[in-house]
């Protein structure tokens, strides 16, 4: 360099990367320069390569200048501490039984400088864990050649995946002996001068402590642990799955956003038949499930054993579930949780609105039902009476199916109910006559029903039609068949209240994830009706958790609740031949009137002819009328 030339930083003008040199096309440095110096190019010939020569040399200078302090510093690493191929396969999780031979080294095939096998090691490590906590995460600027990766001959895919603290000294390691001062490193350390004995010391001491002491395996996701009101998303892959796996054994999750991950994940991996896998993602979410603990914990309860159940089933196992869930015990904790929910307590209000409605001033009403629901009925009754018709008249047909298997539970309490519902009736001034009719849908018919002319027929299919098998159970298609039959009836009205839930024919990681938000709702919300130590929260919850286990944890004839959302029934209902009959804009306003407001957060909203309850933005049932 000439005196009073200005100085250069030796790497403008180079890319680096790797611990090589790439100089850039020298003629587009000289274009550049020359532009930057103003009126280079009109200079004369001879005074241009006189230019030409001086910049290439003192460009050379450089060059040489910077290659000697790198040499400088690797010749003092390697005298201080020098790193072996045992001291480089011991990080990566490997114990070689020969030495690492790099081909085309200049060394005779033996391990090259530190420098260019660190770099080339972190450069394979960096490809074979794409995933890192953002604190770990240390960008370095690297560029590397083709002809680069040639001259190592180290295949990226055959060096075993570091973990995150290895990764991390790999890569101090590189900056240290390539002595990168760029911006990040120096706010970082605040100086770029090269690394000292001690300090290099220190490294290979971590270095070897991390061989003794492997870390634990990076977290699929960093998301943060306190969160605890997320929502599910979308069904995860199977690459995820096998990545969370290896993080749920290392700590026990909390409840959120992580809880819910590992259960969909489990999901997933039942769906796909590796049950190893969602066994080791519910042992790791059942450390933090609590059926007594908050409406989160209590949710994680309930799925952890939704999935449990699917998990090598036996075939008594599988009976007495189906004989639980569709026992006396369970239904009399169905209807409680109906009566101590507002999304259902209100709905089935609702229903009534819609039926005092249709019939409008007839003295003779018919009602025929699926499933009695013996608060529902008391509270018809008093619609009925404060119409203030004389000599109001209410026969009840309560429809039960010799075929399905809720008809024993059902059919044991129907004469209680009955004779508890006249009583009432008669301190209302309303003639009231309740039967029993049992019969298939294909049999059903006005005269097995007792229609009569001049009643006004309503059929009520509040909460049981989810519970009739359809074309992907049966071929027989049950559902169908009754709704056709009951459009034949020629009713007045027909009132559907039904859970706003896809756990029909939906594949089970989207019936899992649906499940996850609909049951976690419905838990949320009992906080403010009931407290957690309530024994009628305790019946009611039992029951939510049978539902659950049967949405998520049968398939086939066994899974009863089949559940749709609301425009799979619209649709249903109109291939039926029934039309919707909206509901009055003030049904909402009705409803709230007789039962009184619902608590904070509770939603109910009529929106496009149907009533939607909901609980924090999450619609529970919706309530319809057709005809």
Excluded at 33 to 47: N, P
Excluded at 311 to 316: G, L
Aim: proline content about 6%; charged content about 20%.
């Amino acid at each position: 360099m000439e005196p009073g030339a200005p100085w250069r930083d030796p790497r403008q003008g180079y890319a680096y990367g790797l611990g090589s040199a790439i100089q850039l096309p020298l003629q587009q440095q000289q274009r550049s320069d020359a532009v930057a110096a103003g009126g280079v190019l009109k200079r004369s010939l001879g005074e241009l390569e006189r230019w030409q020569h001086q910049q290439q040399h003192q460009v050379a200078m450089q060059q040489e200048l910077y290659l000697r302090a790198v040499r400088q510093r690797t010749a003092a690493a390697v005298a201080v501490s020098p790193l072996t191929s045992a001291h480089i396969a011991a990080v990566l999780g490997g114990t070689p039984t020969h030495s690492l031979v790099l081909p085309g080294s200049s060394f005779g095939g033996a391990l090259a400088s530190p420098s260019s096998t660190l770099s080339s090691l972190t450069t394979a490590s960096r490809s074979a864990v794409p995933l890192m906590q953002p604190q770990l995460q240390r960008q370095v600027p690297l560029v590397t050649s083709s002809l680069q990766t040639q001259t190592l001959g180290v295949s990226r895919a055959s060096v075993p995946s570091a973990t995150s603290s290895e990764l991390f000294i790999l890569q101090e390691l590189e900056k240290r002996l390539l002595g990168d001062d760029d911006e990040p490193v120096a706010a970082m350390s605040g100086t770029g001068s090269a690394v000292t004995n001690s300090e290099w010391e220190q490294t290979i001491q971590q270095l070897t402590s991390i061989t003794a002491a492997p870390s634990p395996g990076l977290p699929a996701t960093a998301t943060p642990k306190n969160n605890t009101n997320a929502v599910m998303t979308g069904s995860p892959s199977n690459s995820s799955s096998s990545t969370a796996s290896s993080s749920a054994s290392c700590s026990p999750p909390t409840p959120g956003t992580a809880s819910r991950q590992l259960l969909s994940e489990a999901a997933v991996a039942i769906a796909d038949g590796n049950l190893e896998t969602a066994v080791t993602h519910l042992a790791a979410i059942k450390r933090v499930a609590n059926q007594h603990g908050d409406a989160e914990q209590r949710l994680i309860a309930m799925m952890v054993a939704a999935l449990y159940s699917r998990i090598a089933p036996s075939a008594s196992a599988q009976a007495q579930h189906v004989a639980e869930f569709c026992g006396a015990e369970q239904r009399a904790g169905s209807q409680l949780l109906h009566d101590i929910s507002p999304c259902f307590r209100l709905a089935l209000h609702a229903a009534n609105v819609a039926i005092v409605e249709a019939v409008g001033d007839h003295r003779a009403v018919h009602l025929v039902d699926f499933d009695v629901s013996a608060p529902q009925h008391a509270a018809l009754i008093q619609y009925l009476a404060d119409r203030r018709v004389p000599g109001t008249s209410l026969k009840v047909t309560a429809v039960t199916d010799p075929t399905s298997p809720f008809t024993q539970s059902l059919t044991a309490t129907l004469p209680t109910v009955g004779e508890r519902l006249k009583k009432l009736a008669e301190r209302a001034g309303i003639e009231y006559r309740f039967e029993v009719v049992s019969c298939r849908a294909a049999e059903l018919d006005a005269s097995k029903l007792g229609c009569e002319p001049g009643e006004a027929l309503a059929v009520n299919l509040a909460l049981a039609l989810s519970h009739v098998p359809d074309e992907s159970v049966s071929p027989a298609n049950p559902r169908d068949e009754l709704l056709r039959r009951v459009r034949a009836l020629g009713p007045q009205v027909v009132t559907l209240v039904e859970q706003e839930l896809n756990t029909n024919t939906a594949p089970l990681a989207a019936r899992f994830s649906d499940a996850c938000s609909h049951y976690g709702a419905i838990l949320d919300s009992l906080d403010t009706t009931l407290g957690r130590e309530s024994a009628d929260r305790a019946r009611a919850e039992s029951a939510l958790a049978k539902k659950a286990a049967n949405a998520v944890g049968r398939e086939g004839p066994d899974r009863l609740e089949r559940c749709e959302v609301f425009g799979k029934w619209r649709a249903r209902f109109g291939m039926a031949g029934f039309r919707l009959v909206a509901l009055g804009a003030g049904i909402a306003d009705q409803v709230v009137a007789r039962v009184g407001p619902a608590p904070p957060g509770f939603t109910v909203k009529a929106e496009n002819g149907v009533l939607r309850l909901g609980w924090m933005g999450r619609v529970v049932t919706v309530v319809s009328s057709w005809r």
